[in-house]
């Protein structure tokens, strides 16, 4: 009976969850944020030049790859837009999340087949040691995406307050916007990154 039961109250659960009725009861996340930004990345045509040949309609393809940049950071996920017919997209993608102390990032680059699976090109890992040396020196740094793969610039700031209750005007929310355009600013006059030791080996494709 208990087993039935337990049943039940797991498929009303999971139906409010299918139904959004979720986030009647979610609190509004007040702990730390950050804002990570993914840049662009450089691909090696050499190692990656049979991407887009090996699409079902490759007869019909340029060779150049649709890239977009995949990761992960704690319980949150996201993605970049895709940028087509380059291997050396620019993204300026950027995204406010919540920060989680002694959490790395993930993330992987896939080429984006219209007609098939989507193939990825290569990955790494930013560490959370990094990831907060990054956050206190203002420093953009450059991932290996594997051995002779090629290389994604990313950067973030932060650790912030939450400003979930504040608007922009206000002064919690303000301090928040000065305080990422002073570190976009800092970003900038920062001598240019050096390649990291490689911290993740491409699994291959």
Known sequence: MGGAMSRVALAVVEGCGLLGLRRLFRQPYSG???????????????????????????????????????????????????????????????????????????????????????????????????????????????????????ELKVLVHGPYKSSYNAGMLDEKGSSNEQALAKSRTAATTVPAPQTLRRSATWTGR
């Not at 090996?54 to 150049?64: E, K, Q, T, V």
Request: net charge negative.
């Open 32 to 150: 730390p944020i950050c804002v990570i930004e993914i840049v662009g990345v450089e691909l090696k045509p050499s190692a990656n030049c049979g991407l887009d040949w090996r699409s079902p309609f490759g007869m019909l393809a340029n060779g150049l790859p649709d890239l977009r940049v995949e990761w992960t950071h704690g319980s949150v996920s996201g993605e970049t837009q895709v940028e087509e017919c380059t291997y050396s997209p620019t993204f300026f993608h950027s995204r406010k999340l919540p920060y989680t102390s002694g959490e790395g990032v993930s993330f992987q680059v896939v080429d984006v087949d219209t007609f098939s699976h989507n193939e990825v090109v290569g990955r790494c890992f930013w560490s959370a040691t990094d990831m907060q040396k990054a956050m206190k020196s203002n420093t953009p740094k450059v991932l290996s995406l594997g051995e002779g793969v090629g």
